[in-house]
C-alpha cells in the first residue's frame, strides 16, 4: 500500500482579527490541522515521501528522534500503526521524568520509546548505531522530519490553492515546511511571497539546511519572533493564543502557530503589509504536543 492520508479535510477559512480589519487585510487559515488528529498537519505533509521511499526500499521499520512533547514523534507513531512499519523513538529525556499524553499516546501507538539523557541526547547517531547497526530493515527519519524527500509532499500545498495570495506564513522549526512551500509556490510559479517565522532563537542557520534541500528558491524567514526561543512562552503569547482559541474556535498550541500569528498581528501592525493584501497562514497542527502549555 502506498502511504496515503486525505489532505481534502484542510480547508482554507477566513481570520477575522481586529487589526486585520484595521490595516484592510484580507487574512485566511488553511486547516492542516484537519488532516489527521496524530499525524499532526504539516508532519503529514513531510513524512508522506519519506514512507513512500521507505516502503520503495523494503523498509520495515522507522527510527526517530525527538523531544518529550514532539508532535514528530507521534506523527511517527501514528502513521507507522496506519502504514505498518514497527517504529522506534529516541526520546531526549529520562524516563522518570516524563509521562505525558504524547508519549503515552505513541506507546498506544506500539512505538518503542528508548529513552535518552539531555547530555547524552548530543550523541545521538551513536545511539541510532548502537540499536540499529547491520539492520537493514530500519529506515532512518531525522528529528523532525525535515529531509529531501520531505519537500515535494509539503509542495503539494501549493496544488490546492485556488485563489491567489500575497502571502504565505508558516512557523518554523527546522525548516522543511518553509521551504517545501517555497518550492511549491515556486513549481507552480505563483506570484507569492512565502514567509517562515522561526520559532527557534538564532534561525538564520536555517538557511544552510533549506538551501541543501531547495537550492537558490526564494523565500523569506523571519527571525526575531522567537520570544525567548523554542518551547519558551509569556504571558502575552498565552493571552494570545488563549484569546485566539475563545474567538475563533480554532485550537492552536503556543509552541508553533500561536508564535507564527501572533508574528503576523505584529507585522500587521508595523505596516509590514500593504491595504488589501491577501495573506494566508497555515494551520500546522501539533495542538497535541503544546495546547498544554495553556491550561
Ligand atoms: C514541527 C512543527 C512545525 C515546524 O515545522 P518545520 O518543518 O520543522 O519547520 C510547525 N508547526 C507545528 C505544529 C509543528 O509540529
Request: charged share 20%.
Amino acid at each position: 500500500m502506498h502511504p496515503n492520508l486525505n489532505t481534502a479535510a484542510s480547508i482554507i477559512e477566513p481570520l477575522h482579527l481586529p487589526i486585520f480589519a484595521e490595516k484592510q487585510l484580507q487574512v485566511f487559515i488553511k486547516r492542516d490541522d484537519l488532516i489527521h488528529p496524530f499525524i499532526s498537519g504539516n508532519k503529514w505533509r513531510k513524512l508522506k515521501y519519506v514512507l513512500r521511499d521507505a516502503k520503495a526500499k523494503q523498509k520495515t521499520a522507522l527510527a526517530t528522534f525527538g523531544g518529550a512533547f514532539s508532535n514528530h514523534l507521534l506523527a511517527v507513531a501514528s502513521a507507522g500503526a496506519t502504514f505498518g512499519f514497527k517504529t522506534t523513538g529516541f526520546v531526549r529525556g529520562e524516563e522518570l521524568e516524563i509521562k505525558n499524553p504524547v508519549l503515552k499516546m505513541c506507546h498506544l501507538f506500539g512505538m518503542r520509546l528508548v529513552f535518552i539523557s539531555r547530555h547524552d541526547y548530543r550523541e545521538k547517531t551513536f545511539y541510532y548505531q548502537k540499536y540499529f547497526t547491520n539492520d537493514e530493515s530500519v529506515y532512518y527519519v531525522p528529528e523532525g522530519g525535515s529531509c529531501l524527500h520531505a519537500i515535494p509532499g509539503v509542495a503539494e500545498i501549493a496544488l490546492e490553492l485556488i485563489e491567489h495570495y500575497d502571502h504565505i506564513f508558516t512557523a518554523t522549526g527546522t525548516g522543511g515546511t518553509l521551504a517545501g512551500l517555497a518550492q511549491g509556490v515556486f513549481e507552480r510559479q505563483l506570484k507569492t511571497q512565502v514567509h517562515g517565522v522561526a520559532v527557534i532563537k538564532g534561525g538564520d542557520y536555517l538557511h544552510q539546511e533549506i538551501k541543501q534541500w531547495i537550492g537558490e528558491v526564494p523565500y523569506n524567514l523571519h527571525v526575531d519572533f522567537h520570544r525567548g526561543g523554542y518551547a519558551k512562552t509569556d504571558n502575552e503569547l498565552v493571552n494570545f493564543a488563549r484569546s485566539f482559541i475563545r474567538n475563533t474556535g480554532i485550537v492552536i498550541e503556543p509552541i508553533y502557530t500561536a508564535k507564527m500569528l501572533m508574528a503576523l498581528t505584529q507585522l500587521a501592525s508595523s505596516d509590514f503589509f500593504k491595504p488589501h493584501e491577501k495573506i494566508l497562514c497555515m494551520h500546522t497542527g501539533g495542538v497535541w504536543g503544546g495546547h498544554g502549555l495553556l491550561f
